[in-house]
């Protein structure tokens, strides 16, 4: 490939990369899903408290999506494989939504962020 193609096509990649931001982040999890639960999750005063109530804060956001991108890239504890990935997958794309201040973030990290539905099938007793 001559330069003259090849770097429009590297600054278009390098674009996508900064755009994209967490979803193209390295492979290996940065949090245990025990340590996602504990920052994000744990208690009445915890972020994700706060934006299930509609209540969250930039920082909240913030948090919950660099928290739950970890997520996906954990080995679920218990249960189906297949369930969650669905499910965690589902949270971080949700937690990345609110960053970016997408209509209708708030539904879709509600529905994904259903603490019962995931610990049923995936929290070890
Ligand atoms: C996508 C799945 C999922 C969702 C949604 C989820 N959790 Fe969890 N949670 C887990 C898993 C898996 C564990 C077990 C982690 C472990 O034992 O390492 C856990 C563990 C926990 C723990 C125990 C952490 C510890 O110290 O061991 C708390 C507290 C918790 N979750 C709170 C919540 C609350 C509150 C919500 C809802 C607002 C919630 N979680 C939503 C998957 C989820």
Not at 21 to 48: I, L, R, W
Not at 54 to 63: E, N, R, S
Not at 76 to 93: F, H, R, V, Y
Not at 103 to 108: F, K, R, T, W, Y
């Amino acid at each position: 490939m001559q330069i003259r193609t090849a770097l429009p096509l590297l600054a278009a990649l390098t674009a996508g990369v900064v755009i994209t931001g967490c979803s193209s982040a390295p492979k290996t999890p940065k949090y245990t899903t025990e340590q996602v639960m504990e920052q994000g999750f744990k208690g009445k005063e915890s972020p994700a408290a706060r934006v299930g109530q509609g209540a969250g804060t930039a920082a909240d956001f913030k948090l919950l999506a660099e928290l739950t991108a970890s997520l996906p890239l954990n080995a679920p504890m218990k249960g189906d494989a297949a369930s969650w990935k669905e499910k965690s997958t589902a949270l971080a794309q949700a937690g990345q939504q609110l960053v970016a201040g997408k209509a209708g973030a708030l539904d879709a990290w509600k529905s994904a962020a259903n603490c019962k539905a995931c610990h049923s099938v995936h929290k070890p007793d």
